[in-house]
């Protein structure tokens, strides 16, 4: 059975940091794109970062450029998300995800429906 579970959310300062994790199970998710995405309270679900399986390419949302890293290592079947110079704007439920199949060509999707497995999501929240 294939998991994604996230971990690393919590309560941080406007300014702060965190850093989040996605643990991966029952599949190899080496070759597999993945991203992480985020739903505010009354919002729709949106685009954070994803990255290629093969690391080489990755894609951020441009409200996060410059402030977040997302990150793999194929060893541990884990992805991160460093999340620097928190703002309230980014509270959220955050969302680790993976494609259905693998990708050799280092194509990244920023389109939630390009994702079939993913994680029950880890609270951020970001006070003033």
């Known amino acids: 059975q294939v998991q994604l579970v996230e971990s690393g959310g919590g309560l941080v300062q406007a300014g702060g940091s965190l850093r989040l994790s996605c643990a991966a199970s029952g599949r190899t998710f080496s070759n597999y794109a993945m991203g992480w995405f985020r739903q505010a309270p009354g919002k729709e679900r949106e685009f954070v970062a994803a990255i290629s399986g093969s690391r080489t390419s990755t894609a951020y949302a441009d409200s996060v450029k410059g402030r977040f890293t997302i990150s793999r290592d194929n060893a541990y079947n884990t992805m991160y998300l460093q999340m620097n110079s928190l703002k309230p704007e980014d509270t959220a439920v955050y969302y680790c995800?993976?494609?259905?199949?693998?990708?050799?060509?280092?194509?990244?999707?920023?389109?939630?429906?390009?994702?079939?497995?993913w994680g029950q999501g880890t609270q951020v929240t970001v006070s003033s």
């Open positions: 995800a993976a494609s259905r199949t693998p990708d050799y060509y280092g194509t990244v999707y920023r389109q939630s429906n390009r994702y079939y497995y």
